[in-house]
């Protein structure tokens, strides 16, 4: 590893505006490393900067790209911590398999990762719910039209310090029965560009109608509640939790997996498997499903208002603010934020 002086005189110069919103405010500095003949380079530290890429570069034609979000938190000081990094560096090593891009060590990802929250660390916003959002991502970095997997690519770490990903405390969402995100046997499971690319159509749509996330359905059948364009989806029908089982066409969420987990520790029962929007809409319309809600790193917990067709149809909630939600993010806040007892051990302290 190598640290620059100018990352560090730059991360020494920076000031932090109050209000940071989402990703829109970045720290000076990223974590940088190269592959090239097979082999990664070590990874450097060096100012925020522009990146110089040959305009045949495969990623800008080809969008051979993965990534990850993961988040550090310092609430009150107790921190700088980092929340299940181990699950980020798996799951992008599973999108790299799929996306033809090589592997990257523990060592490097978590080198890359550490240093630059440590060096952040006075830049990690103290107040609940707010945290420094690290962006891990590799590109294809080869230059020639050719399709054909990269022999080249760089890996870069970003950080931002952010505070909640949506405007309001709860969400408005459209179920998408036209377009589909993931078909199985595709990448629907891999965290790579061309699925969030792939949402954006539908995104806009949703935003035209007034709602915030569009709700995806299965290919097969056009019926089965997937996921959202950024997070997972979670409903409470007669209080046991329901998600849609993890499959090809779903990102396998390390939120979706901690509050299932953390469900199981409160007694609450966890069903994963297909649910129907048909039926899921008859529940909601009964009183049987009282509370649903989104999850995601950048989204932590949101609660889900209600559920529209793009016929006009709603489907208000029973609970906006239901207490299995209100549970659960308390619960996973007070672990990530050092606050209340980890005994599931998924917070990791930085030290030097
Ligand atoms: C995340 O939650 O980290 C994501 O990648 C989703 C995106 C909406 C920011």
Known sequence: MKIHQEAIDAIENFSMPDNVGFGKVML?????ATYKDGQWSQVEVIPYQKLELDPTCKVLHYGQEIFEGMKA???KGNGPNLFRP??????FNKSAVRMAMPEISEELFMGAVEE?????RNFVPKRSGESLYLRPFMIASECNLGIKPSEEFIFL???SPVGSYFSGASIKVLIERDMIRASSGGMGAAKTGGNYAGSLLAAIETKKLGFDQTLWL??????????????????????????PAISDTI????????????????????????????ELLEKIKSGECSECFACGTAAILTPIASLHDKSGESYPLKQEHGPVAKMLRDNLLGIQELSIEDKFSWTKLLKK
């Open 28 to 32: 000076p500095i990223m974590a940088q």
């Open 73 to 75: 938190y310092n609430f």
């Open 86 to 91: 181990e699950e980020n560096l798996k799951r």
């Open 116 to 120: 630059v929250t440590w060096l952040g």
């Open 157 to 159: 770490v970003l950080a």
């Open 218 to 243: 299965s290919a097969e059948d056009k019926e089965s509640i997937e996921e959202m364009s950024g997070m997972n989806f979670f409903s409470v029908i007669n209080g046991e939790l329901h998600t």
């Open 251 to 278: 990102l396998d969420g390390i939120t979706r997996r901690s509050l299932i987990d953390l469900a199981k520790s409160e007694g609450i029962k966890v069903s994963e498997y297909k649910l129907g929007i048909t």
